[in-house]
């Protein structure tokens, strides 16, 4: 599936719906279902796997399953993820050949309004949990909240799901960022990628080049050395791979805005103020 047409001739049929949030480290459960579901992030990444395709829902992503799909998480998201889920059906009354599609929802997109949806989600919740005495409010409501996302979505980019290698390429990144030899060059060969095949992938899926990436792992390592520990700003260099501590300093006020110096002396500040 790569579209749901919208068709308005009776409403859809709400079967189950919350909103989940975990306080510890999750994966979504090893299942296949036999109606739609509709995932919509709120906080953190949901790591899917759908029939061997993965995704990552973000923070005003939209996933939309078929009924059969085998689905389940592929990797831990983290602490404070969150998400809403509802279980739906066609209308009871299949439309004819000749019923007018109001619009169509896409199997994997981002909201431009991410508000308006999570304000009908909210609303959908509550009615589906019987709080209006209106009968099938709840399917009233789901069938709004396909409206909603039908019309912001009408123009927005399919998202496609990720290249399967790409959480290894992520894995390897992130365990060599630090290295003094790190290049694009290095990790295309690494991965077997052409170099100019991943610049590309690597800037339309995450907004950001290979070495943009790398910098921000990088300036991540650098802010928890200088903060959690006592290393001499050479040491601290040498540790992200950066072997002259005055380049370091510059690639840092670059990055950062402050002199490593000064980073270190803001943040034990801060801590030392809200203590």
Known sequence: MNLLSLYLQ????????GRFLSDESWSHMDRTIEDYELIIGVSGVIFI???????????????????????????????GVSFYWFHFLLPEQAPSDVAE??????????CPNPNRVHILARQLLHAGSGG?????????????????????????????????QLPELLEWIRLHAQSEDISVEKIADQMGYNKDYLSRMFKKRFGVGVLGYIHRLKLDAAKEALTGTNLHIKEVAALVGIKDDKQFAKWFKRLAGVTPTSYRREFRLTKLNKE
Do not use: W
């Not at 009776?10 to 719906?17: A, H, I, L, N, R």
């Not at 599609?101 to 981002?110: D, E, K, L, T």
């Open 49 to 79: 796997e759908v029939n061997g395709l993965m995704y990552e829902v973000k923070e005003g992503d939209v996933l939309l399953l078929e009924p059969g799909e085998r689905h389940r998480g592929y990797k831990l998201s983290q602490p």
């Open 132 to 164: 209006y005495r209106i009968g099938r409010a709840g399917d009233y409501f789901l069938t709004t909240l396909l409206i909603e996302l039908a019309e912001q979505l009408q123009d927005a980019d399919e998202y496609s799901a990720l290249n399967p």
């Open 10 to 17: 009776q409403p859809y049929t709400f079967v189950m719906g």
């Open 101 to 110: 599609s109001y619009g169509q929802i896409p199997r994997y997109a981002r």
